[in-house]
């Protein structure tokens, strides 16, 4: 899990970083990187909490995915309705959104895997 924690906090860091960095398309980039990251952390932490106390983690794992894909696709819409009526960029935000998720995902995905593999050991 301490990997997967540090994967996610440098994720963060380096697309809020960007996201900092994209001129005048500065605010749609942030409200995208902020959406992605607030999220994927969000969903790493309950995914670390599920582990530890669901008496079938694996079941509690895959639905925490399925709230966060909830989630995530009711802030997406609301971040695009911001956008879209502020007049912003919607492909900064699109962009700032879309790359640190598939990042997030592929860390909780791999979470989980570590998490099956450790459930096969013996103990």
């Not at 959406?35 to 669901?54: H, M, P, Y």
């Not at 971040?79 to 960029?89: D, I, T």
Request: glycine share 12%; hydrophobic share 65%; proline share 3%.
């Amino acid at each position: 899990m301490k990997g997967h924690v540090l994967a996610a906090a440098a994720v963060t860091a380096l697309a809020l970083g960007v996201a900092l960095l994209a001129g005048e398309a500065r605010l749609p980039a942030l409200l995208g990187a902020a959406i992605a990251t607030g999220t994927g952390l969000a969903s790493l932490a309950a995914i670390g909490l599920v582990d530890r106390t669901a008496g079938r983690p694996m079941q509690a794992t895959l639905a925490v995915f399925a709230a966060a894909f909830g989630v995530r696709l009711v802030l997406v819409g609301a971040g695009v309705a911001v956008v879209a009526r502020a007049g912003a960029s919607a492909v900064a935000f699109v962009v700032a959104f879309f790359v640190p998720y598939f990042a997030f995902v592929a860390i909780e995905g791999s979470f989980v895997h570590a998490l099956g593999r450790r459930m096969r050991k013996p103990a």
